[in-house]
């Protein structure tokens, strides 16, 4: 072993505590980094995951015929990685009719989906409710049975267009069709997805029974002829084709990226297996290209949230290092007497950081893998692959954040001559960035790139089609990035001047009392109080930014699901039951509800525009749901209410319907409801009491909402057929005791928890509470280590002017006073600091997701709680560092301290 | 060497040995080192470093605690006080000029002095006024000059008010010449042993200067932490 590696080793055994203290900050920065890494890499596979299961269709390919269907379909099922492949087709449907016992019931254009029995295993197209797919008969979506008042035995007659033949048919099952709007899209496969307005009426035959009966009535498209059928809706034939599902779980081990390129290369070869036979439209690329999207908008979320965290946990090693400086002097100043040149003491400095940092790598390493397992839901997923790169990451992050901490605490040392030894270094001059005002340019720039993300917010761009999509600029992510950095310059270049000001105002000219001494020593430390309260001041808005942020996240992911869902917990049932069951005084009977009411789901044409109708009871809604303030237009959700309230056949209609049909408050509003007692639509009057725009469970386009009461009478629905829980536990639990008490009513129970799992955007179906987890843990541990770090640096530095203030016969409470004060003028400024810098950047991040949620968020939310336990941890650190820091001023070894030089 | 400790003596020390760390590693500074000092003496401790010269002022002052042997203040053993005590003592009665002048570096000139007042309890007993002890020392015109902003001869001067204010009975001087050239360093002692007609107390200096000690009455030579010579003049 060289001589600088024995004198590296023999430094840091002969100060175990000090050593000690600098592998742990080490480690607790190294270790948010990988654990940040290692959830960065399970979020982008489970991205990965969700836009993969998300797919209910991965490949539809147009062919011309039902054989080459058949044909196509077998050769691509074989293939490797293929889960499903089946012929299929679809058609338009011109009308439907239903002869019940109270006459003949229309329903209006829509299409026909053929498909072969045992379809759906792994193609989720649709889902029956009641009865199945029998050759011979018709599945009919639960629209179109609503609409013809069919149920299972009933025969229907379709026609495919008008003048063709009628095909009757019986009713043997109801489907929901959830994908619809893929199902029936036109296929080019050179265009590729595009997918269309749902038709509102779906059948779905057996393949062989609709090429028996309806498919002779209908010309064939080819995949020739497809363009001509570009446009959503414009389908006149009969679409014949073959629809493949591929096996998700290789899709899922990887980042969406990787996903795309492995289902483009899967699709093309597949497409080669069956040459110029088939091409196929990739609905499940066009899905990973979106969620490649945004997973780098999450990776750069995570990124901002967690990287700037990280980084002051690196300043966290370089306060441990400052502790280090003064031994150092000595050595070096002796190591230079005996002819070291700097490049051994940099060897030396080279060697001890290596040692440092691979220790501290490895503890990093594995408090990184424990965190994530423990803190994240499902663990870390770890393979021996990914736990090389984590500890190998965190090792060499280790060595770099030491050697940078070592060589940046030591550099007046190391540049010193030997006389210098004995001296403080000082800098002189400025450096570059404070002569050219870099901080702030960066605050300036971080100021005009935040004005124009709320002022146009062209932070989003959301697709025009009918599916949206999102796609944010990363770009946007510059305003809060060069806020830290612009922050922290700024408070760097500031050296403690204010404080150091105030102080030295509040301890007048000449100190003769204790106060005095302590504020006057204070105002003359400005540089080093700085450093305090630039590390403890940025860590703790590190963790106020994160705190807020999360939270609010957390709110509009919820507020998002819960506007998607209708409210916490959604029992629905078949029509009546809800009524003659009395289900709704069951639900809230149900341990862990708050709050229940029913609701009408219904349709009603205004002119010839079918819109979903909710009756809801205005005195209980607002009390099983959340209704905000935002989702109305001129009034506010109580006054909205009050005036549904108010008028009994009052009805409040969306933002569209107002504009196209040019109403206003009070206007007569005729519509057609379906009366269900006789199957016909009737005309009944309503008076538009107010605008919505947004509605819990209602759709993104046009609505309405009347009160129940009403709604049921004139549509005579015998009642709410959906029941809306308001839970005050958890509502997936809730959500099982409601469905065991409501088993019996054949009730469908949904809860807002697996609502978040499937929301529209990517981007809000990523969990950040793994992250935020380990992010506030670490916040936590890093803030309190942050204030013990500067109590024992005070003490480090300032041992020499502590002994000689002892010898000189000051006694110990006084001595110690001006460690605690410095510490709690550090605390107080840090937290009035995180307290701005935190909100300000919070800000900054949820104005860049006023696109994600629907609807944006109104204001941010506070997480009293964490806020309270990330202060009171520097608070209580402080206390205890104090408290030690007291201890060790009674052992300081007086003599030998005063006679250092 | 001197076996004598009268019960009346101000300070005194009998078989003195102080020993640091352990084992192989063990370093006897002071071995079985006894004096006595009275009132207004004037005593050197004169050897080369390591020779234990600033053990035994620390000794003295109650900084270090004897391995063995006994260090007495007015009679009584300092080992029978509590840290407090001690403390108490050093404050009103021991005073020190360091080598380095080991000024408080963010205190001005004035408040080094002030803070001495106050810490020794003097200030409360209506000690003097700071600008008027470094007046003595011929720094009025630097009482608020920060340590950093005097030189080697101003920091020890202002070292030497501060002691002063301390109104000790024992001033003890730890090569207070050691950083200065000899033309200041002579002003220093010229200056210490004016305040010492002043004030009266009893002074000792350690040095390793032949020069130096042969100002003072008596001089206890170390070598190895031991009393190797002693002479009276």
């Known amino acids: 072993m060289s001589l600088a590696a024995r004198f590296a080793l023999a430094g840091m055994v002969r100060a175990p505590g000090r050593t000690l203290v600098r592998v742990l900050v080490l480690a607790a920065s190294v270790a948010l980094l990988g654990g940040m890494l290692l959830f960065v890499g399970n979020s982008l596979r489970t991205v990965s995951g969700t836009a993969v299961r998300a797919v209910p269709l991965d490949l539809q390919g147009p062919v011309g015929s039902l054989a080459q269907a058949t044909r196509v379909a077998g050769g691509i099922a074989r293939q490797a990685g293929v889960l499903e492949a089946v012929p299929t087709a679809t058609a338009a449907l011109s009308s439907a009719e239903h002869n019940g016992p109270s006459g003949a019931t229309r329903a209006g254009a829509g299409a026909v989906l053929a498909v072969p029995p045992g379809d759906g295993r792994h193609i989720r197209t649709f889902r029956f409710l009641r009865g199945s797919l029998k050759p011979g008969g018709v599945v009919l979506d639960q629209q179109m049975a609503a609409t013809l008042q069919a149920r299972v035995g009933d025969r229907v007659t379709l026609r495919v267009r008008p003048g063709a033949r009628a095909v009757r048919l019986p009713v043997t099952g109801v489907a929901l069709v959830s994908a619809a709007d893929t199902l029936f899209q036109p296929l080019n496969p050179a265009l590729g997805p595009a997918p269309a307005q749902p038709p509102a009426n779906v059948a779905i035959m057996p393949l062989q029974t609709f090429a028996r009966t309806l498919a002779p009535t209908a010309r064939s498209l080819t995949p020739a002829s497809v363009r001509s059928n570009a446009q959503p809706g414009a389908q006149d034939g009969v679409q014949w084709q073959v629809q493949a599902q591929l096996d998700p779980v290789p899709l899922s081990a990887g980042s969406p990226t990787a996903a795309f390129n492995a289902a483009t290369r899967t699709k093309n070869r597949l497409e080669r297996s069956v040459p110029g036979q088939v091409q196929f439209v990739d609905n499940l690329s066009d899905k990973l290209n979106t969620a490649a999207g945004d997973a780098l908008y999450a990776e750069t979320l995570y990124i901002m949230l967690a990287v700037p965290g990280a980084l002051i946990a690196l300043g966290l090693a370089y306060l441990a290092a400052l502790g280090t400086v003064e031994r150092d002097r000595r050595d070096l100043a002796l190591l230079r007497a005996r002819g070291s040149t700097r490049r051994h003491l940099l060897g030396l400095a080279g060697i001890e950081s290596a040692l440092l940092g691979l220790a501290a790598g490895l503890l990093g390493a594995g408090v990184a893998l424990a965190a994530v397992e423990l803190l994240v839901k499902g663990g870390a997923h770890l393979t021996a692959g990914r736990a090389a790169v984590t500890i190998a990451v965190c090792v060499l992050v280790a060595v770099a954040g030491a050697a940078a901490a070592r060589l940046g605490a030591s550099a007046s040392v190391l540049r010193g001559r030997v006389a210098d030894g004995r001296r403080e270094g000082q800098r002189a001059g400025r450096p570059l960035w404070q002569r050219l005002y870099v901080d702030v340019a960066c605050l300036a720039v971080s100021g005009l790139v935040y004005w124009l993300t709320a002022r146009t917010g062209f932070s989003a761009v959301v697709n025009p089609d009918s599916n949206p999509t999102l796609s944010l600029s990363v770009y946007m992510f510059f305003a809060p990035a060069l806020l830290w950095i612009g922050a922290t310059l700024l408070l760097v270049r500031a050296r403690g001047g204010a404080l150091a000001w105030i102080a030295r105002r509040a301890a007048g000219r000449r100190a003769s009392t204790p106060a005095g001494f302590l504020l006057a020593s204070a105002g003359r430390r400005g540089a080093a109080i700085n450093r305090g309260l630039v590390v403890v001041g940025l860590l703790l808005a590190f963790g106020v930014n994160l705190g807020i942020f999360s939270a609010t996240y957390d709110q509009q992911a919820t507020v998002d699901a819960q506007l998607t869902l209708g409210a916490d917990v959604t029992a629905s049932a078949a029509p009546g039951v809800v009524a003659k069951r009395d289900l709704t005084a069951r639900v809230a009977a149900v341990p862990g509800v708050t709050a229940a009411t029913g609701v009408d789901h219904a349709y009603a044409y205004i002119g010839p525009d079918l819109q979903d109708t909710f009756g809801i009871d205005p005195a209980t809604f607002p009390r099983a749901t959340t209704l905000r303030d935002s989702y109305f237009l001129g009034a506010t959700a109580q006054q909205a209410m009050a005036r549904l309230r108010a008028r009994p056949d009052g009805i409040i209609v969306s933002k569209e319907t107002i504009t196209d049909y040019s109403l206003k408050l009070g206007d007569l509003l005729r519509l057609r409801v379906l009366d269900r007692s006789t199957g016909h639509f009737r005309v009944v009057p309503f008076h538009v009491a107010g605008s919505v725009q947004e509605f819990p469970s209602a759709p993104k386009d046009s609505f309405m909402v009347a009160n129940e009461t009403h709604l049921g009478r004139v549509s005579h629905s015998g009642g709410p057929n959906v029941v809306f829980a308001r839970t005050s536990g958890d509502p997936a639990t809730v959500a099982r005791r409601v469905a065991a008490a409501t088993a019996g009513a054949g009730t469908q129970v949904q809860n807002i928890t697996q609502q978040r799992q499937v929301t529209a955007s990517a981007i809000t179906t990523v969990d950040l509470t793994g992250i935020s987890r380990i992010e506030e843990a670490f916040a936590l541990v890093l803030a309190a280590a942050a204030m013990g770090l500067f109590v024992a640096l005070g003490i480090a530095e300032r041992r020499r002017e502590l002994a000689t203030m002892a010898a000189l016969g000051a006694p110990l409470r006084d001595v110690g006073a001006f460690l605690w004060s410095e510490a709690a003028l550090v605390l107080g400024t840090a937290l009035v600091l995180a307290a701005g810098l935190g909100w300000l950047l919070s800000e900054m991040l949820v104005a860049m997701l006023q696109h994600v949620f629907d609807p944006p968020p109104d204001a941010l939310a506070i997480p009293w709680g964490f806020l309270a336990a990330l202060g009171g941890a520097a608070i209580l650190a402080t206390l205890i560092a104090t408290a030690l820091a007291a201890r060790g001023l009674r052992r300081l070894p007086l003599g030998a301290i005063l006679r250092e030089q | ?233």
């Open chain 2, 1 to 233: 060497m001197t076996a004598t400790e009268p019960r009346t003596a101000l300070a005194a020390c009998g078989g003195l040995t102080v020993a640091y760390g352990s084992g192989e590693a063990r370093v006897t500074a002071l071995d079985q080192v006894s004096l006595a000092l009275e009132p207004g003496d004037r005593l050197a401790l004169l050897g080369p470093s390591g020779s234990g010269k600033t053990t035994v002022l620390h000794a003295l002052g109650g900084l270090v605690a004897p391995t063995s042997g006994t260090v007495s203040w007015r009679g009584e053993p300092l080992a029978s006080l509590d840290a407090a005590a001690r403390r108490r003592t050093r404050a009103r009665e021991i005073a020190y000029v360091f080598q380095g002048a080991n000024l408080l570096p963010h205190f001005t000139a004035w408040e080094n002095v002030a803070f001495a007042l106050h810490a020794s309890g003097a200030a409360a007993r209506g000690g003097r006024d700071p600008g008027e002890l470094l007046g003595l020392v011929g720094l009025a015109a630097k009482l608020d000059a920060l340590p950093g902003e005097l030189s080697g001869g101003e920091a020890q001067r202002v070292a030497i008010a501060r002691a002063l204010g301390q109104r000790p009975a024992l001033l003890l001087c730890d090569e207070p010449t050691g950083h200065l050239d000899s033309d200041t360093g002579a002003r220093v002692l010229d200056l210490i042993d004016a305040l010492q007609a002043e004030f009266g107390f009893a002074l000792v200096i350690a040095t390793h200067d032949e020069q130096v000690a042969g100002r003072l009455a008596r001089t206890l030579s170390l070598r190895d932490g031991q009393v190797v010579e002693e002479e009276t003049r």
